[in-house]
C-alpha cells in the first residue's frame, strides 16, 4: 500500500499531513506557503515522489447545515488541476472543524499565538487525514459517510 497526502486548501497556505506506509497513522508534514500554480505543481510532484504518495485527500470546508462554500468550489477546481500535475487520484474530504480542533490542539499544548500560526495548517491536515483512514480510505461516497463527492 502506498502513502496517503492530505492538504488542508487554504487561499494563502496549504497545510498537509502524510500517512505511513499502512495506513493508520496521519503525520503532520508542512505548510506550504502559496505563490504560483506552476509553482505549487513542482512542489507537489517532488513530494508526491518523495514521500511515495498514491493518492491525496484535500479537505472541503462545508458548512455546517452540509452545503459547500464558495472555497469548496476552489478547492475542487485546484485539486483536479493537482491531480493533472501529479498524476495520481484526488478524492475530497469533510473538513468540517479540523481547523478549530487543530486551534484548540496547539492551544492546550501551550503553543503562543505566532507559533500556532504556523502549524496550524498541518496539523489541521493531521486531523482530516486521520478522520480519512479511520473511515477506511474510501475511494468513492459512501451514503452516511464524509466523502464528499461532486455536488
Known amino acids: 500500500m502506498g502513502r496517503i497526502l492530505a492538504l488542508d486548501y487554504g487561499t ?3 497545510g498537509a499531513a502524510v500517512s505511513d506506509g499502512d495506513r493508520k497513522i496521519a503525520t503532520p508534514l508542512e505548510v506550504y506557503e502559496r505563490t504560483s500554480e506552476a509553482a505549487e505543481w513542482r512542489h507537489y510532484r517532488r513530494l508526491v ?3 511515495r504518495i498514491e493518492r491525496i485527500v484535500i479537505g472541503l470546508p462545508i458548512h455546517n447545515h452540509g452545503g459547500e462554500s464558495t472555497l ?3 478547492a475542487r477546481g485546484w485539486g483536479k488541476r493537482l491531480e493533472a500535475a501529479c498524476g495520481v487520484p484526488v478524492v475530497f474530504f469533510d473538513e468540517r472543524f479540523t481547523s ?3 486551534e484548540a490542539r496547539l492551544r492546550e ?3 503562543k ?3 500556532r500560526k504556523h502549524r496550524v495548517d498541518m496539523v489541521a491536515a493531521q486531523i482530516l487525514l486521520q478522520d480519512y ?3 477506511g480510505c474510501p ?3 459512501a451514503v452516511g459517510g464524509s466523502l464528499i463527492d461532486e455536488p
Do not use: F
Open 12 to 14: 494563502r497556505r496549504i
Open 49 to 51: 515522489d518523495e514521500e
Open 72 to 74: 469548496s468550489t476552489q
Open 100 to 102: 478549530r480542533e487543530a
Open 109 to 111: 499544548a501551550g503553543l
Open 113 to 115: 499565538a505566532s507559533a
Open 133 to 135: 483512514l479511520d473511515a
Open 139 to 141: 475511494e468513492a461516497p
